[in-house]
């Protein structure tokens, strides 16, 4: 099957007279990722609910953006000096660019999506424009749930500026009059606790009869503000501010030189909301004088303030999306069917002695998944189940089912990764419950993260032990199983199943590696081996011979891999990049990149799976893998690819994951030379969604449209 179009633009170079590459900036293409993603908050055929939670998402991007990715520019600026790659001029560009995406966000959230839920009754009221009822209930509401939670803190050399936690919604007060001791110290704090809602239903108490009454609600920020004044008795409040900042989140901790990781995890996670100080937000009317103060307190430059009309944490305007019940303002419900190559009631066992099974997450349910590891923990013959554990969420059955294998006397051994950022936590506490009930547990090895995902169950049958296994491109998760397109692979493949049973030893014991039969495994060969198979056909293309790349990822931002691709490309290789986020490579630069198409896909649903194809001469090789194509990726984690080699599977992937996305025109964008991505569809009209055509084909049984 072909998998593009003919291609308007192709051309080959002598591979001595390939021009340099010029790479795409890295953060910047992450923002880039974000526009996409902000379209459809734009968008006037996306549900208005669903409009904003696509705001809030970006919001949500945004955080951990300037927690993981700002330190460095900012280090830079605030010494004056080149820190690497990182400049003041980098700073200032990053800025720039986040500032104006930032704006955007607001205007969009004021001009478009608040007048659009008036439209439908619905409103958040602000304090200027309650009626006196409104306003009595708002006030016996902050006396009763808020009040007593509030402890405003005044400056003075005995209290001195109180700890601030990253991304903490707080107030900043400027007082006139003297306090209690006679003194006139003016600023003080109000935290304002995490625990608080952020917005609360208000009910119509206007006296006028409407059937909207129960689509008001009020912010917690407006209703504290509008009583900043009862919390400073004797004083006059005058100018004052809602504020909130972002810390450098990213743990460091030095694994070579502590004892117990665990340990100095957990005490690395108290410090996290306390880091170095990267984003200061403010309201847009924030005085000059309290907006200087808080950027000297954190130490920042005023290219890191953020002025904004409306809450200073639109992440919490997701409560929304929760609180209003209008189904008519949701993207109707997909209930993923059970995995078409699965019976229901047949055993996984039975099933996978016939051949291998796919999964393709979340149109097909990861119940499938589920269902698997209960049958071996329930199976008598079953005796040693080993899992790789990334991000399986604070509330997982899957770990419920893990603790119940070893409650049944099975050989339980579990790779936990506790350095998945932002889910180490969660992590600590799985490996500690499950270590406290007589698993093994194990961290991986030193220096790398275990990205992999492999669950493998060894069961007796007569007198022999056989192997079943599962892989996934995505995490043991069943909460963003249903959010995120990922493929599940199980298989009995004696060989497949070895290299994986060699893999956990070798995590486990740190042994040397065996050579592998199928798995091609990072840090040690998997860069290595994709390499040389873009190089392979680069020089097949050189011969004249006809040659195919498409590879499906999170990221592209290996320099080596993308070097490779170039070469290729330039030797007549045909190459298509289907790269949700961050792209450094750009496509369709004249006798750079003529043969490399670029394309990004943002849906309903989160691209997250990684599938490789090549062909050379009509002859395929499919590989499906947890690693995206970075540095990190392919030298400092422990990543997977395995091959499809099961005819009727590769050709199912290959056209649901590879070809329904490349001829996607609604929702693909297309890098361009200069970085920029254009939208190739405009609305469900101009052609064919990927995500929808296959919601509709996996559409649960019962579910399906007539």
């Not at 016996?140 to 001195?160: K, M, T």
Request: aromatic share 8%.
């Amino acid at each position: 099957m072909q998998l593009l179009p003919p291609s308007s633009h192709s051309s080959v170079l002598p591979p001595n007279a390939a021009p340099p590459v010029q790479f795409l900036n890295r953060d910047h293409s992450i923002l880039a990722f974000n526009e996409r993603v902000l379209d459809w908050a734009r968008r006037a055929d996306v549900p208005l609910l669903e409009r904003l939670r696509f705001l809030c998402i970006v919001s949500s991007n945004l955080d951990e953006f300037f927690e993981v990715r700002a330190e460095p520019h900012l280090t830079a600026d605030l010494a004056n000096r080149p820190n690497g790659l990182y400049t003041p001029e980098s700073f200032q560009a990053l800025s720039d660019a986040a500032h104006d995406m930032v704006a955007r966000q607001y205007a969009l959230y004021n001009d478009e999506l608040l007048p659009a839920f008036e439209r439908h009754g619905i409103r958040i009221v602000s304090h200027g424009d309650r009626n006196a009822a409104q306003r009595r209930w708002a006030k016996a509401y902050f006396e009763r749930e808020v009040r007593p939670l509030l402890i405003p803190v005044g400056l003075d050399p005995s209290h001195p500026f109180p700890q601030v936690a990253n991304k903490s919604l707080n107030f900043i007060v400027r007082l006139s009059g003297h306090d209690a001791f006679g003194r006139e110290n003016e600023i003080a704090i109000v935290k304002v606790p995490r625990v608080l809602p952020r917005f609360i239903h208000m009910p119509d108490r206007s006296g006028v009869k409407s059937s909207l009454k129960s689509t008001l609600f009020v912010s917690l920020s407006s209703i504290i503000r509008a009583h900043l004044a009862e919390l400073f008795p004797g004083r006059v409040v005058g100018q004052f501010s809602q504020f909130r900042v972002t810390r450098h989140s990213d743990l460091a901790v030095d694994e070579d030189d502590v004892q117990n990781l665990r340990t100095a995890l957990r005490q690395g996670l108290e410090q996290r909301h306390y880091g170095q100080a990267v984003r200061l937000e403010v309201s847009a009317g924030c005085s000059d004088y309290l907006a200087s103060f808080l950027l000297k307190q954190f130490k920042l430059p005023a290219l890191a303030l953020y002025r904004v009309h409306g809450p200073v944490n639109l992440v919490r305007l997701t409560q929304l999306v929760d609180l209003i019940n209008d189904p008519r303002l949701l993207f109707p419900p997909h209930t993923a069917c059970y995995p078409t190559q699965l019976t229901p009631g047949q055993s996984f066992f039975e099933r996978l002695k016939l051949g291998d099974v796919s999964i393709h997450q979340p149109f097909e349910s990861f119940d499938g998944v589920l269902a698997f590891l209960r049958e071996a923990v329930n199976d008598p013959q079953v005796l040693a189940i080993r899992q790789t554990i990334y991000r399986t969420g604070t509330d997982s059955e899957l770990m419920v089912l893990l603790r119940e294998a070893v409650r049944r006397g099975k050989e339980v051994t579990v790779v936990v990764e506790l350095k998945a950022r932002f889910d180490e936590e969660a992590n600590i506490n799985w490996a500690e419950m499950l270590e406290s009930i007589g698993a093994q547990v194990v961290y991986g090895v030193v220096g790398l993260k275990t990205h992999a995902k492999m669950l493998l169950v060894t069961r007796r049958e007569g007198r022999h032990l056989v192997r079943y296994a599962h892989l996934s491109t995505g995490n043991y998760n069943p909460r963003t199983a249903r959010l995120y397109t990922d493929v599940s692979y199980l298989t009995a493949d004696p060989l497949l199943t070895a290299d994986i049973d060699n893999v956990f030893v070798h995590l486990a014991s740190q042994s040397k590696l065996p050579k592998l039969n199928h798995l091609l495994l990072a840090p040690f060969q998997l860069q290595r081996k994709l390499i040389e198979k873009i190089d392979a056909l680069g020089e097949a293309a050189r011969r004249g011979k006809d040659t195919r790349i498409v590879a499906k990822m999170n990221a592209l931002t290996d320099e080596d891999l993308m070097l490779a691709l170039v070469r290729a490309g330039q030797c007549g290789v045909k190459i298509d990049l289907i790269v949700r986020g961050a792209c450094m490579l750009p496509a369709g630069v004249p006798g750079v990149t003529d043969n490399i198409r670029v394309r990004s896909v943002i849906g309903r649903f989160l691209e997250h799976s990684r599938v490789f194809y090549f062909r050379c001469a009509g002859v395929e090789e499919l590989l499906l893998s947890s690693a995206d194509w970075m540095n990190r990726n392919m030298l400092r984690r422990i990543e997977l690819a395995w091959p499809v080699t099961d005819p009727a599977i590769r050709q199912r992937i290959i056209d649901e994951c590879l070809v329904a996305y490349l001829h996607d025109g609604v929702d693909a964008w297309d890098l361009q030379p200069d970085g920029t991505y254009l939208r190739v569809g405009q609305s469900i009209a101009n052609g064919h969604g990927a995500q929808v055509a296959l919601m509709a084909r996996y559409t649960a049984p019962g579910q399906r449209q007539k």
